[in-house]
C-alpha cells in the first residue's frame, strides 16, 4: 500500500506499506529514486502488524519495485500501471 502526503514545496512524502511477514524477511523498496541500490530504502517493522519505509520524491515518474530475502522481486499491488521497468508511481507538482 502507498500513501502520499504533500510537503512544503513541490515534494511529498511517498509511505510504503506491506504486511510484517509477507513475504518473511528484509524488504527493501529500490527505483529510480536511489539507483535501484537495495538496502538504502528498507521497510522497518511497526507495532500495527505493517513495515513500512517513507521516501521523499519529487515530481515525476519514477519506476519502482521490492526486493525481498533471497533476491525475490515483486511489484506492489495497488498500483494502477506496472510496466516492464516496475510499477509506476508518478508525483504531480502542487
Known sequence: MLRSTRLFGP????TFSLPLDDP???VSVVGTFNDWTPGVHE???RRDGTRTVTVI??????RFRYLGDGGHWFDEPDVPTVGPDG??????AT
Do not use: A, F, I
Open 11 to 14: 515534494k511529498r512524502r511517498v
Open 24 to 26: 518473511r524477511g528484509p
Open 43 to 45: 521497510l522497518v517493522p
Open 57 to 62: 520524491l519529487s515530481p515525476g515518474t519514477h
Open 87 to 92: 510499477c509506476v508511481l508518478t508525483v504531480e
